[in-house]
């Protein structure tokens, strides 16, 4: 077994376990072995696809739109979900600039008929879409209408308010249709750990090495 499939074996493990953090760095490493050293090694869907969903639930649009250029053109010419997730980072992009809608966002989510080993990505990102745009919410209002927040998340008033007391501790005053927003708490950073480190200088000095074969 090549270390490009040691590698998936270990993201299918953490995806099917939940274990989202460890995604990214088992992406990346993918992604340099298949491109650099390993070429061929695993389908490539399994992993630009996977590792591009990765960085938009974690709001990395700068590598997300890195990882785009490195994809080979005619790769992205015939795969459609990798459309779809180049779709929806231009329309991230639109959105933290402000000129954006979040309903083109899912609408693109919703309208496309994701692989067993992408939906949970799908279902994360719209999730952590959801959340950074209810922190945007909190952060600048004291109070706002259901409705505006409602729609803002693309759900009905109702599930909102109700979603909204549940899981993020806001108060909704159902006779003058206002909720009260919680102010959200600090957002860690992800940083790349010392194990980490030492796997990609590992995968660097086998590449100089086949380098200095060749």
């Known amino acids: 077994m090549t270390q490009a499939q040691q590698l998936l074996e270990q993201a299918d493990a953490s995806l099917k376990a939940g274990r989202y953090q460890e995604l990214?760095?088992?992406?990346?490493q993918l992604e340099f072995l298949i491109s650099a050293i390993e070429i061929?090694?695993?389908?490539?869907?399994?992993?630009?696809?996977?590792?591009?969903?990765s960085y938009l639930v974690t709001h990395d649009l700068y590598?997300?739109?890195s990882l785009v250029h490195r994809i080979p053109e005619e790769y992205r010419a015939q795969a459609p979900q990798l459309a779809t997730l180049i779709q929806v980072l231009e329309k991230m992009r639109q959105w933290e600039r402000q000129n954006g809608n979040l309903k083109d966002i899912y609408a693109l989510l919703h309208q496309?008929?994701?692989?067993?080993?992408?939906?949970?990505l799908i279902a994360l990102l719209q999730d952590s879409i959801q959340d950074r745009e209810l922190d945007l919410l909190a952060k600048a209002y004291t109070s706002l209408p259901v409705q505006l927040a409602a729609s803002r998340i693309s759900l009905?008033?109702?599930t909102a308010a109700e979603q909204l007391v549940a899981t993020r501790g806001w108060r909704y005053d159902a006779s003058t249709g206002l909720l009260y927003p919680k102010a959200p708490g600090p957002t860690p950073?992800?940083?790349v750990g010392l194990q980490?480190?030492?796997q990609l200088a590992d995968i660097v000095a086998h590449l100089e090495v086949k380098q200095e074969s060749s």
């Open 156 to 158: 009905d008033e109702n």
């Open 40 to 53: 061929d090694a695993v389908p490539l869907n399994t992993v630009y696809e996977p590792l591009l969903a």
């Open 196 to 198: 980490e480190f030492g």
């Open 189 to 191: 950073n992800r940083s």
């Open 24 to 28: 990214i760095p088992l992406y990346e």
């Open 63 to 65: 590598s997300a739109r």
């Open 112 to 120: 496309s008929r994701w692989n067993s080993s992408l939906a949970p």
